[in-house]
């Protein structure tokens, strides 16, 4: 392991073959990650209840990364998008969804994205970097700082829906998740976590083996190569036929479903025909089928579907006996609905924050 370790970055285990090698006992890993993510706390100094020597030998072998808030934007519906700065000078968005019961954090795995999906925003500025574990952890540590008041709201939910593929930033996404569930550290439950993917087939199998026990949920968004190979470049690796053999061999929980999004483009792939052969795909998988009209942004060739296009779509799935419904798109008037971030989105900079923090 490189030094300085990020402590925000590793695993328990890795905290703790840490602090072996340092010869103390024990404990001292469990009093590390438990400042580091039970307090928060933002730097070794801050660590009052370790001993002073200790502390001192500590500085230069670890330390603990922060995000930066630089923009916060609150939408109609409660929706806030906010912009983190790294500390490479890059920049990601990270979206926060208060619906009746849950509280859901939607976050980034990869500064931009290499898919380049047509109807996608983020890819269209196409890929930076991947976050690092440490970058996609304190996305969570942050917004529960900077927003919801200590011993008041607390963040339900999490879906890696963000910037980004999670499973082309396999191993920092794998290690993030295992510090997110970690009972010694934020012990977020994994049936209360997302992960969605353009279907990256390899990974998605590799995945299904670490024994994480997460929601899964694969974009579809189309019912054949053709359009699939139009809309998702991704599709020419990996078509339908192998995505959804993929998806019949993964390992569900015996209560969980995968779940398919579908991005319903207005007179694209929102037809009645679209419609049937759907229903004829998913057939003997265990899933449901989420409906998303496409939210619409300034440099995008498609449009919303028509309401009642929406509607004979979702009729025709029911009547085909498949489990479907409808999302309700969410902080469109900020720019942070599904498909819609990207960093350098036009007149960001010049959006009227709720908090800047320099």
């Known amino acids: 392991m490189h030094l300085p370790l990020d402590l925000k970055g590793a695993t328990f ?12 006992r024990p404990y001292r890993a469990r009093q590390l990650y438990r400042w580091v993510f039970a307090r928060d706390a933002a730097s070794i100094a801050a660590m009052t209840d370790l001993a002073g020597s200790f502390r001192t030998r500590l500085v230069g072998l670890c330390a603990i990364s922060r995000l930066r808030l630089a923009h916060q934007h ?3 519906d ?8 790294l500390q490479d000078g890059e920049a990601i968005e990270t979206v926060l969804i208060p619906t009746e019961g849950r509280l859901t954090l939607c976050l980034s795995t990869q500064v931009g994205c290499k898919l380049a ?16 574990p440490a970058e996609i952890v304190d996305q969570y540590l942050a917004v529960q700082r900077e927003v919801l008041a200590p011993g008041g709201e607390k963040i339900t939910n999490l879906v890696f829906m963000g910037m980004g593929e999670p499973l082309d930033n396999y191993a920092d996404f794998v290690q993030a998740l295992r510090i997110l569930t970690a009972p010694a550290g934020l012990h ?32 579809l968004n189309a019912t054949t190569d053709e359009q699939r190979n139009r809309l998702m470049p991704i599709n020419r690796s990996y ?8 998806c019949r061999a993964y390992p569900l929980a015996r209560r969980d479903r995968i779940t398919f999004e579908y991005v319903l483009l207005g007179e694209v792939n929102d037809t009645p025909e679209d419609a049937q052969r759907l229903c004829r795909l998913v057939q ?7 409906l998303i009209p496409f939210n619409p942004f300034a440099t995008s060739l498609y449009r919303g579907p028509q309401p009642e296009r929406v509607q004979r779509f979702l009729d025709i799935l029911v009547a085909g006996h498949c ?8 902080g469109v008037d900020i720019e942070a609905a599904c498909g819609q971030l990207r960093t350098s989105a036009p007149g960001l900079a010049e959006a009227a924050p709720l908090a800047l923090h320099g």
Do not use: H, Y
Not at 78 to 85: I, P, Q, W
Not at 205 to 210: A, I, L, M, P
Not at 323 to 330: G, Y
């Open 13 to 24: 285990e890795q905290v703790a073959a840490f602090v072996a090698e340092l010869g103390e």
């Open 74 to 76: 609150l939408a109609r």
């Open 78 to 85: 409660g929706t806030r998008k906010f912009l983190f700065r």
């Open 117 to 132: 999906c047509d109807f996608c925003r983020t890819g269209e500025g196409g890929f930076a970097r991947n976050l690092t």
């Open 188 to 219: 977020v439950a994994p049936r209360r976590i997302t992960l969605s993917t353009a279907g990256l087939v390899p990974r998605m199998e590799q995945f299904g083996r670490e024994g994480i026990p997460v929601k899964l949920a694969v974009s």
């Open 239 to 246: 078509d339908l036929a192998r995505l959804l053999q993929a």
């Open 284 to 290: 003997g998988i265990r899933c449901k089928i989420n």
């Open 323 to 330: 489990t479907a419904t409808l999302r309700e798109s969410r």
